[in-house]
């Protein structure tokens, strides 16, 4: 038994800039109860199906022929109903939403011979839904259009069908195959369609009724003039507003009249007939399967099993309104198909769309306007002239044609807007120019390909910077290490190299980067006369031993060391000696940083990283202010050693840095 849902809220949200989920649209069913054919009801034929109300319907239940099984769709239809109760019930309401921009489709289903083309053509006594939907469509774009309403429409056509899972135009049926394409919008495209304007109806049946003949048609047992291919008519209604900010909007309406499903035994299809009943029975199964598979929620629909899934993409699951009308026949003959024709119908009524309103904003192209000297920078001057211009240096020889199109920024070809808007906006296209490579502005770059550039030339200028810096630091080792060795050349001779057997060989002790500092100082002390600074150069004592005759020697520092003893050799260091007020007020500086500084600024400091930082805030914020630099190892922040380190080494990058003025 098929449950009730209620119907969902229509959606009038721009897909241009949507700021909110479009609110869903589930696909409404109307079943539709054709009369008996003549000849085909006898004197005790009752119908298996009986309308219970204007929305319900009830089939006898062929497992228990007491029980009913009971259907409730949007509408239902009994067989007295006339074409004019189909359409306006079902099929008018949904013509609004074209002129708001959004998609609409109509599906006549059911099995075959339940008179699906004559609801959705009819005769010309009693037309159909089509001929009907475009008489109502064209009035209202001719009273929307009017002179002096905001919206100027047009309409086009265009008519096809799927014969043997092929594409055919009917509007120019030697156009072949088509191919179905999917834009990266998701808007499912048919390149090489014929699309016809139409003003009137006399223009869509000059159209229609030629292409209608086109259409691939043949005789059953069940129908003289049996559909043998699946039938779309589109009609597209495109609408440009007068005024700025020249917005566009689309509307695609699809009816849709399917191939009935057909039981072979029935019909008696033999040779084409039964090829062609085998591609239209596949393409239906792959629709129910469609249908299956959204109802359930599967993370995979079927569409591009079926070139009919593919084309019903956007009306089932998509971002059409949509109706379904299935059309059943009352006979008992036709009890297996009426009633899978209702288990379908049921299951596509669960199905949700969300439609939207497919707008964009419309730029039309402008005479490029040459701005002046002053409102043009020097680069881009120098870029509006013209090669000979460049040349002879005359500003006001013309250009050749053939650079003119690199004259002018692309910006300003927009429409007639505000003055101060389309500077603002010429101006930020010139700032992204300036950023491109070799000249090429970024705007006419895609998006993704810009992205891409701009990480690259950020990550190449962090590796520029890298790269300095460290070359910088290589400059001061190059040049401290020619200065300890100047010295030591002046103070003792070269050494002289012992035979091979008796050489030794010791340990060379790392380059430290505390003897850059004192080259600075250096320079500092000499440029003044009473420096607060002083390098001292002392000799420390340093033996080497050898380790018990395997042929190799270590060092080993002590300071306790006697002169007399062999082996010995004295090592030429530099000590800096700073004045007890520089000293103080580095402490100062440094302490008041502690207690005011965030950790940020704490992270400047050197021997101090992230984790020590937030360590000093959360110190600072639970015991209070720091009263001496010391408190720092009473917290458990650094150790005594590494408090000794990180003094003198933010003192003297204080003293180098030329911070340190000497206490007041």
Known sequence: MAAVTSGAGRCRLSKVGAGRRPPPARVRVAVRLRPFVDGTAGADDTPCVRGLDSCSLEIANWRNHQETLKYQFDAFYGERSSQQDIYAGSVQPILRH????????????????????????????QPGV????????????????????????????????????????????????????????????????THKPIT??????????????????????????????????????????????????????????????????RTGNKGLRLKESGAINTSLFVLGKVVDALHQGLPR?????SKLTRLLQDSLGGSAHSILIANIGPERCFYQDTLSALNFAARSKEVINRPFTNESLQLRVLAPVKLSQKELGPSEAKKARGPEEEKTGNPESPAPPASASQKFSPLQKLSSMDPAVLQRLLSLDRLLGSQGTQG????????????????????????????????????????????????????????????????????AKPLQKAVVMPLQLIQEQAASPNPDI????????RKV??????????????????????????????ELQLSSGLLAHGRQKILQLLNEGSARDLRSLQRIGEKKAQLIVGCRELHGPFSQVEDLERVKVMSGRQLASFLKANILGLAAAGQLGGPS
């Open 130 to 193: 089509i001929p009907r939907a475009l008489m109502d469509l064209l009035q209202l774009t001719r009273e929307e259009g009017a002179e002096g309403r905001p919206w100027a429409l047009s309409v086009t056509m265009s008519y096809l069908e799927i014969y043997q899972e092929k594409v055919l135009d009917l509007l120019d049926p030697a156009s072949g195959d088509l191919v179905i394409r999917e834009d990266c919008r998701g808007n499912i495209l048919i390149p090489g369609l």
């Open 301 to 305: 629909v079927p569409y591009r099993d």
């Open 440 to 507: 090429t502005p970024l705007l006419s770059t895609p998006r993704r390909e810009r992205m891409v550039l701009m990480k690259i030339v950020e990550e190449k200028d962090l590796e520029i910077e890298r790269l300095k810096m460290e070359q910088k630091e290589l400059e001061a080792q190059v040049l401290a290490q020619k200065a300890v060795d100047s010295t030591e050349g002046e103070n003792c001779s070269p050494p002289m190299l012992l035979p091979l057997a008796r050489r030794r060989v010791t340990v």
């Open 200 to 265: 009137s109806f006399a223009d869509f049946e000059r159209h229609f009724l030629p292409a209608s003949r086109n259409r691939t048609v043949g005789a059953t047992r069940l129908n003289q003039r049996s559909s043998r291919s699946h039938a779309v008519l589109l009609v597209k209604v495109d609408q440009r507003e007068r005024l700025a900010p020249f917005r566009q909007r689309e509307g695609k309406l699809y009816l849709i009249d399917l191939a009935g499903s057909e039981d072979n035994r």
């Open 534 to 541: 002083h390098i001292l150069k002392k000799n420390r004592k």
């Open 98 to 125: 074209l002129l708001e921009g959004q998609n609409a489709s109509v599906l006549a289903y059911g099995p075959t011979g339940a008179g699906k083309t004559h609801t959705m053509l009819g005769s010309p006594e």
């Open 545 to 574: 031993r050898a380790a018990g005759g395997l042929g190799y020697t270590y060092s080993l520092e002590r300071e306790d060391l006697d002169a007399s003893e062999p082996q010995e050799k004295a090592e030429d260091c530099w």
